[in-house]
């Protein structure tokens, strides 16, 4: 079973522009999730999505950050404009249902210059 | 924000020894897991222990939770250089927006000499 897809892996742009990041969670997985994980710290929740609904996106900044799961399945997820103090790794993950275990992609690594 | 601290932030140990982490946190949480991490990876789930319980075993790992205390431990038993990683605590919390949140804390850093 393939597990959570995320693309691109790194991702190097300069201040000011957008950037967007792709994740196709676990098929079946109803819940999505994206945590921004700074050096050295622990992921910390962006937003969650049951189905197509974001149930949970009070720590999402959205002056500059958006996502969407249109069709429930996959999300993408937005910054604009991109900001120094961005750069960190953008990770998804997927769970049957909020009350279960979750499955993390890889990471999107983001450096702004 | 990040509701756990771990202790300690960095540990170097010989393989065979065991592997003892930390981690407290601050609210009342429906559980505590245990992630872990190698270097440039995703998080991998390795367990999960409910409020009301005190002790879970897999395999090498043994996690002990303390409500009271509000501190759960991570034991990894005869380790590996594979152990290699950084590991996690995350509580699973009730969140005031929907639903409950996971909260991860900062990470100890395993290092498992050969």
């Known amino acids: 079973e393939a597990g959570v897809v995320q693309s691109p892996r790194y991702k190097i742009i300069e201040k000011k522009q957008p950037v967007a990041f792709w994740c196709n969670p676990i098929?079946?997985?109803?819940?999505l999730y994206w945590y921004l994980q700074n050096l050295g710290q622990g992921p910390e929740l962006l937003i969650r999505y049951e189905n197509e609904e974001a149930v949970d996106d009070s720590q999402l900044p959205k002056d500059r950050f958006s996502a969407e799961r249109l069709k429930g399945v996959d999300s993408t997820l937005k910054i604009q404009p991109a900001e120094l103090g961005d750069s960190a790794v953008y990770l998804c993950?997927?769970?049957?249902?909020?009350?279960?275990?979750?499955?993390f992609g890889p990471g999107t690594r983001l450096t702004v210059l | 924000s990040q509701q756990g601290e771990e202790d300690p932030q960095a540990l170097s140990i010989q393989e065979g020894e065991n592997a003892t982490m930390n981690c407290s946190y601050k609210?009342?949480?429906?559980?505590l897991q245990w992630y872990r991490q190698n270097s440039g990876r995703g998080l991998v789930h390795l367990i999960l222990i409910r409020s009301n319980e005190r002790e879970k075993h897999s395999g090498r790992l043994r996690v002990t939770l303390d409500t009271s205390k509000k501190s759960s431990s991570l034991l990894i038993t005869a380790s590996r250089a594979a152990d290699t990683a950084s590991y996690f605590c995350a509580t699973d919390a009730e969140a005031e927006t929907s639903g409950s949140r996971l909260t991860f804390g900062e990470g100890t850093q395993l290092t498992v000499n050969p």
């Open positions: 098929s079946g997985h109803n819940t």
């Open positions: 993950a997927s769970s049957q249902t909020w009350a279960d275990t979750q499955y």
């Open positions: 609210t009342s949480i429906n559980n």
